[in-house]
């Protein structure tokens, strides 16, 4: 079956950098699209970035448009999140997910993810 295990998350403080990866095994990786989502305490998960099965059509959201760049590499099952300038108002539980069905665009919407992890904590000190 489908696994995504993140790694990454840490303890940080405001203004530095992190790098999230998430490892997929299961079935065929490269032919998916995939996200990062993330969950504060006390509020829903919403839409952080996606990325196409081609990896050409990318998505931000608008709080983290220009600070983070979503990656993936598909030789090593693999799919990051390069978090820059990192603020309080950044931490979370950071999800990756991945799509139910293969050739997929860039999507923003859970609902077209089947797949999640287990996900991993981000925590910015101001």
């Known amino acids: 079956q489908v696994q995504l295990v993140e790694s990454g998350g840490g303890l940080v403080q405001a203004g530095v950098s992190l790098r999230l990866s998430c490892i997929a095994s299961?079935?065929?990786?490269?032919?998916?699209?995939l996200a990062w989502f993330r969950q504060a305490p006390g509020k829903e998960r919403e839409f952080v970035a996606a990325i196409s099965w081609t990896g050409r059509s990318i998505e931000y959201a608008d709080s983290v448009n220009g600070r983070f760049t979503i990656a993936r590499d598909n030789a090593k099952n693999t799919m990051y999140l390069q978090m820059n300038s990192l603020k309080p108002e950044d931490t979370a539980v950071y999800y990756c997910?991945?799509?139910?069905?293969?050739?997929?665009?860039?999507?923003?919407?859970?609902?077209?993810?089947?797949?999640w992890g287990q996900g991993t904590q981000v925590t910015v000190s101001s």
């Open positions: 299961g079935r065929t990786f490269s032919i998916y699209g």
């Open positions: 997910a991945e799509r139910k069905n293969p050739y997929g665009d860039s999507s923003r919407l859970s609902y077209d993810y089947d797949y």
